[in-house]
Structure formats: C-alpha cells, structure tokens
C-alpha cells in the first residue's frame, strides 16, 4: 500500500502547487490514500469550509490540522459534519471534531491521527504522549499514521521511541522545512518535518518584510501570505498490509524551476 503525506499547505499559492502537481504524483506513486496537513490553508492560518471541501476536490482524501486549527470562526460551523477533517486531539476547545478519523482502504482499517507537540506551543491541554496512551488502546490493530505538529524535534524523535510499536507512521509537521532525517524504527516510518506546499520566496511561507518588522520590534496586526512560484513538499509510505508495519518513507520536494529569493 502507498500512502501520500503532503506537508503544511500554505494559503492559495500551496494550494494551486496541490491541485496542480497532485494528480500526477497519485499516478506516478501508485497512491491509495492522500493525506494533507491543511492547517494554514486559509490565508496562512487556519481552515474554512469553502477550502476544505476546494482541498477535498483536488484528490485529498484527508486533512489534519494543527496549533492555527481553529483561527477561522468558520470551522465551528462545520467541523463536525467534516468526517474527513482532522484536529489535534489535545488542542483547545476538545469538545468539537475528532482527533481519529478511521477510514478503509484495500480492505485495511487505517487510523489517522493528529496531535500537538508540548513544547513552545499554546493551547495544548496534555501531552501528546498522555494522549497517544489513550488513542492507542482506539487504533489498536489498524495501520496508525500520526501527524505530530510539533515545533521540538527532540519531542517528534522522543515521541517516535516511545510509541514505534503502536504506529505505522509519525510525521511530523509545523515548522514548514522538509528535514533530511527521515528513516523506518522497528517498521515506523519517521520524519520530523514533512516541510509545506507554499511560496518558495518568503520566511516558511509568509511575507518577508512583515517578518523582518517583527522581529525589528514593529509589531504586525496581519499574517500576510508570501506571493511567488511555490515548493511542494511530501513523503510516499510504502506499507507492508500483512504486518502493517511501513516498508519505506521517501522525501518528495518539488522547487519552482525558476528560483528567485528576492532581496529586501
């Protein structure tokens, strides 16, 4: 079973490289389940319906979330009508959507889960490991990718040792480069970063110059998305279905083919 993870889509530019790009890579790949992190799909932070079912449309068959999950008032109005949307499980507000989403493919049950990282994050309201504990004993048996929004890498690897043996997968996602660390533990496939679908041309997908003023002390009110050709970044898990376990992860990064960075 090949199973496709695209890494943080980034407002309308990620969005157009998904559409345009995800049609071959499904048929080059052999791919029988797409997932996406779509977290800052919407102007760069968060999600709307309207996005939601635009991602659906190009050949997505799932979408996690993550710390900006609920920046769009939108989502309450639908999250949970969306069976194939899904938040992190110990993010702030708890009681709305679903943190597992179980779906069928070959005659295989797959559990896909999405978790927020502890350290140098807000809103989390326990730890992703306290909380794997629990959804583990749910995903018992299934093929388990987990989604890890994290900003640690010491917390992804940490939490990859720890529950190696419960999952299929641990990717991680949030910080918007694609690591060059990827490997299989004891049939886990891990990376700490999938890296994002966005503007080749900006600071991890947002505008240069309103970063540079942040970080001169001119405080911004707006996140500005960063226009220009944009990168796509996955990776394709090839899973044995007879043990579950994954055979292979391998990095995809498509670069616009003209690279500019502009100066400023």
């Known amino acids: 079973m090949k199973i496709l993870f695209i890494g ?6 990620g969005r157009v490289a998904v559409k345009e790009l995800l049609p071959s890579l499904k048929s080059d790949y052999g791919i029988d389940l797409t997932i996406a992190n779509g977290e ?3 102007h760069g932070k968060g999600i709307t319906r309207k996005i939601y079912d635009e991602l659906l449309r190009t050949g997505i068959d799932l979408i996690t979330l993550g710390n900006h999950a609920f920046s769009k008032s939108d989502i309450y109005g639908f999250i949970d009508q969306a069976k ?68 640690a890498t010491s917390e992804k690897i940490a939490f990859t040792y720890m529950f190696q043996d419960c999952c299929t997968a641990v990717l991680g996602t949030h910080t918007h480069v694609q690591t060059a660390d990827e490997k299989i533990m004891n049939g886990c496939a891990y990376i700490s970063d999938v890296g994002m679908c966005g503007s080749y041309d900006g600071v991890i997908g947002r505008e240069v110059k309103e970063v540079l003023d942040r970080f001169n002390g001119r405080k911004t009110t707006v996140y500005t998305v960063a226009q220009g050709d944009a990168q796509f970044c996955a990776v394709v898990l090839t899973i044995n279905e007879e043990t579950k376990r994954a055979e292979s992860i391998e990095r995809i990064q498509i670069r616009p083919a003209q690279q500019h960075i502009s100066k400023y």
């Not at 992703?128 to 093929?143: C, D, H, L, Q």
């Open 8 to 13: 943080d889509i980034v407002g309308s530019t």
């Open 40 to 42: 800052n799909a919407a």
């Open 84 to 151: 194939q949307l899904v938040r992190p499980a110990n993010l702030d507000p708890t009681d709305v959507g679903t943190g597992i989403v179980t779906v069928e493919v070959k005659g295989q049950k797959i559990s896909v889960v999405n978790l927020c990282g502890s350290v140098f994050m807000e809103g989390i309201v326990e730890s992703p490991f306290v909380s794997m504990k629990k959804i583990a004993e749910i995903s018992r048996g299934n093929i388990t990718i987990v989604d890890l929004h994290a900003e």
